[in-house]
């Protein structure tokens, strides 16, 4: 999928005889609101926009996106904070030398002192040591959860608007289903039924809630790019489907579906900490944000730093990622430079 | 138009059908056995398990059991929990508190969320935009129940404008739940409203209004703001009842008896019929909301036309 993603439309590849004249401009027509009609309007803004900004062959939606990422400071302190809660989940001992099972009942709900930044818990164990570990489940689900989601998505979004028909109405009915449930209600319901909760259990119940926006969106993203001539020159040509889907439909179409995956992100990561919270997610001992204040919650008045540290670093975590969405939607989105 | 509200309305048939038996199916899974659930140390003898088995028609299988308990809902039978209560007693009961907040919620959102969301568009780039910005960021990015607990920590106990959780105050024991359920929704309105507006604000349409002389406050009233809205009047609709079924977290933290109190209890208590019945009344306010946001849009914008 990456590598779809990084393909450049403008430069053609070897062997490819029709890549370089018909890939030569991004299309930038594909907007959300393209299922409901609003297209037409948006098709103009969207190709007039990107139509001066096209100078030489170098000129690609995601060259050009890249060029403009780079230059926003969003951009740059959103990821550095993003890489850092990465390294700290990939490698928790690079921050703490402590155990978080490590802990001694003697210091039980210790304020921070010195040595201990973020205090004790109930059970004695460290609170900083317990910030850092938990960072791993929650970078985990959600890149666990958005990651399948988004294979999910993309595959059925490409068959729905490409292929329409049967399959498209199936699809967009299978949507509707999960839709209409209520997505914290759903999830208590499905969760209970397992006897056991997990990091999979929990991301199985995200993926199954979040898959239908991405869907849809990759399909209207999908319907907007088919219409267009270098879609139909590549067919003239004999391009096979799945050629014509990957090297000019996608890299044309995902820009808004990557967006929206990556501010998801965040709000997977929020919604695991709830689901947590509520006792129906992660079970203890395992470690996590959402549990964290979730143990705490009845002591929040009378040791607020139990609920202010996970708190934190959750609330950062999930700031983080909507602010890397919001630069991605700036960067791709030339409508609205 | 009829032809559209025909296909419209059965697309409703699958959805409905499709939602109430993924839950009634997860729900019948969920490990354990609701009448041994029921009794204490002591079991229950034989004779009344065999009787109250029959009762909920639970030794029927899965797909049995469902129709049954549809052919009920179609006569406006929600069934009784196991505990022998009328769930749609419950729902009388609980519905109206969720409702009531909700709805509560749903009108700080709009009037808060488009107002922030109009002012921020009107002066793109200006301090008012920026702010508007960082703040909803900000909302959006704070998991709803350490606002809930923030709230309550500084609003209720520190400064004690409010009523800090229950409902023994009338309708200001409202007001700080409805706040916090509504912020993140408030934070997407203004944001939406925001973009459209801003969006709309560059079309052709409005230069040539502004071309022809009209004066700004026209140019915006009259043309800019009606279709910049058109998005916004879709996500406030599908919202109002995702507003309902969310509410679960803020009625915990704040005490509140409305029906996510009572799913939860119920799931724990095994309770089939009561989170079956919740659910089900959830997914319909869904399926109206959306339906009568789909006709409205036809209304809303003349571009549309449905054949």
Wanted: glycine content about 10%.
């Amino acid at each position: 999928m990456s590598k779809d993603i990084k393909a450049d439309p403008a430069v053609p590849a070897d062997g490819d005889p029709y890549g370089e004249r018909i890939d030569e401009q991004p299309h930038r027509d594909a907007t959300p609101h393209a299922e409901s009609g609003l297209s037409e309007g948006a098709e103009s803004v969207g190709t007039a926009a990107t139509g001066g900004a096209v100078s030489g062959r170098s000129a690609s939606l995601w060259s050009d996106a890249w060029k403009e990422l780079r230059r926003n400071p969003l951009f740059v302190i959103s990821a550095l904070m993003l890489l850092l809660m990465v390294v700290i989940a990939a490698a928790p001992g690079l921050f703490t030398n402590q155990s978080p099972r490590a802990c001694n009942l003697a210091n039980t709900v210790g304020r921070p002192q010195a040595g201990h930044p973020f205090g004790f818990d109930i059970q004695g164990c460290d609170y900083y040591t317990l910030v850092v570990y938990g960072a791993r489940t929650s970078i985990t689900i959600g890149v666990l959860v958005v990651g399948v989601a988004l294979l999910i998505a993309i595959v059925l979004g490409c068959i729905a608007g490409f292929y329409g028909g049967f399959a498209d109405t199936l699809l967009a009915r299978a949507a509707d289903v999960w839709f209409a449930i209520p997505a914290i209600l759903g999830a208590i319901v499905i969760l209970s039924v397992f006897n056991q909760r997990g990091l999979f259990q929990v991301a199985f119940v995200l993926i199954v809630f979040y898959w239908p926006v991405m869907m849809r969106l990759m399909r209207s993203s999908v319907l907007g790019t088919k219409e267009v001539e270098y879609v139909d020159a590549a067919r003239a040509l004999g391009a096979s489907d799945v050629r014509i889907l990957r090297r000019h439909i996608l890299p044309n179409a995902i820009a808004p579906v990557i967006v929206y995956a990556t501010i998801t992100v965040g709000i997977v990561i929020a919604s695991e900490a709830a689901l947590s919270f509520l006792g129906v997610g992660l079970q203890l001992p395992a470690i996590s944000w959402g549990l964290m204040i979730s143990v705490s919650q009845n002591r929040i008045l009378q040791d607020p730093h139990l609920l202010l540290f996970p708190a934190l670093f959750l609330s950062i975590t999930v700031f983080s990622f909507i602010l890397l969405g919001d630069a991605l939607r700036d960067a791709l989105d030339p409508k609205l430079r | 138009m009829a032809r559209y509200l025909a296909r419209r309305l059965l697309q409703i048939i699958p959805v409905f059908f499709g939602a109430t038996f993924l839950i009634y199916a997860a729900v019948y899974s969920i490990p354990g056995d609701p009448i041994r659930a029921l009794a204490g140390d002591r079991p229950l003898p034989a004779s009344t398990i065999e009787a109250l088995r029959d009762e909920f028609n639970l030794d029927d299988p899965l797909p049995v059991q469902y129709a049954k308990y549809i052919a009920g809902l179609f006569r406006g039978d929600f069934g009784q929990s196991f505990r022998g209560r009328e769930v749609s007693e419950i729902l009388r009961q609980r519905f109206p508190v969720t409702i009531r907040l909700g709805l509560l919620a749903f009108a700080i959102e709009v009037v808060i969320g488009l107002l922030a969301g109009l002012l921020a568009g009107l002066r793109r780039g200006s301090f008012l935009d920026n702010l508007v910005l960082v703040s909803t960021t900000f909302v959006i990015s704070i998991p709803i129940f350490v606002l809930g607990f923030v709230a309550q920590l500084v609003l209720g106990v520190r400064f004690g404008l409010l009523p800090v959780a229950g409902l023994r105050e009338g309708w200001v024991s409202y007001v700080l739940p409805a706040m916090v359920l509504g912020s993140v929704s408030l934070a997407y309105a203004a944001r939406l409203t925001r973009t459209s507006l801003v969006e709309n604000l560059r079309a052709d349409y409005v230069r040539t209004a502004t071309a022809k002389g009209m004066p700004r406050r026209r140019v915006v009233g009259r043309h800019a703001l009606r279709n910049s809205l058109i998005p916004v009047v879709t996500f406030l609709g599908v919202d109002l009842g995702a507003l309902m079924g969310g509410a679960i977290i803020t009625e915990g933290i704040f005490n509140i008896p409305g029906i996510g109190r009572e799913v939860f209890v119920a799931v724990r208590g095994q309770e089939g019929t009561i989170v079956v019945g919740i659910v089900t009344a959830l997914v319909m306010i869904f399926i109206f909301s959306t339906l009568l946001v789909d006709i409205l849009y036809a209304f809303l914008d003349p571009r549309i036309r449905y054949e």
